[in-house]
């Protein structure tokens, strides 16, 4: 049976996704979820944030940053549908990738933990970003150095 470990750089690619996209834990995790959905209307939505963290205006806020766009008007009879974003989707598919064992960039052009000025906890992820990469690298290329 082939061992599957590609959740072991979660905390890493989740913090450089927290980074990049100015998303929280909580956040991620609710566009996780509507990722798969595809389309979905306000009732998808309010179900799955029975089991989030409370915060009143999540749709609106989501909405107003651009990570949800409506796909279709409410109508008399018809509900609104929403779907996620381009930026959403963008997000989402790079931490696929990441997991999948894609490399997280250390340019600061694409990487904001390696602009000038980066906090103390960007620093440390820094360093936990390289030795990923490298081990991701070497997993591909085990004779090369």
Do not use: C
Not at 31 to 45: A, I, M, P, T
């Amino acid at each position: 049976m082939e061992k599957k470990d590609y959740l072991k750089h979660f905390r890493v690619a989740r913090y450089y996704i927290k980074v990049k996209y100015n998303l929280g834990l909580t956040d991620l995790e609710t566009l996780l979820f509507l990722y798969s959905e595809k389309y979905f209307d306000r009732r998808v939505f309010h179900e799955y944030k029975q089991i989030m963290k409370w915060e009143k205006g999540r749709f609106e806020r989501f909405i107003e940053e651009g990570w949800i766009t409506v796909f279709r008007e409410k109508q008399k009879r018809r509900r609104a549908i929403y779907e996620l974003s381009f930026k959403a989707k963008r997000a989402i598919s790079n931490l696929y990738s990441i997991l999948e064992g894609g490399n997280i960039s250390t340019d600061a052009q694409y990487n904001p933990m390696y602009k000038e000025g980066a906090t103390y906890m960007n620093k440390v992820y820094r360093n936990a970003i390289e030795k990923r990469n490298k081990t991701i690298k070497q997993q591909r290329h085990p004779f090369r150095k």
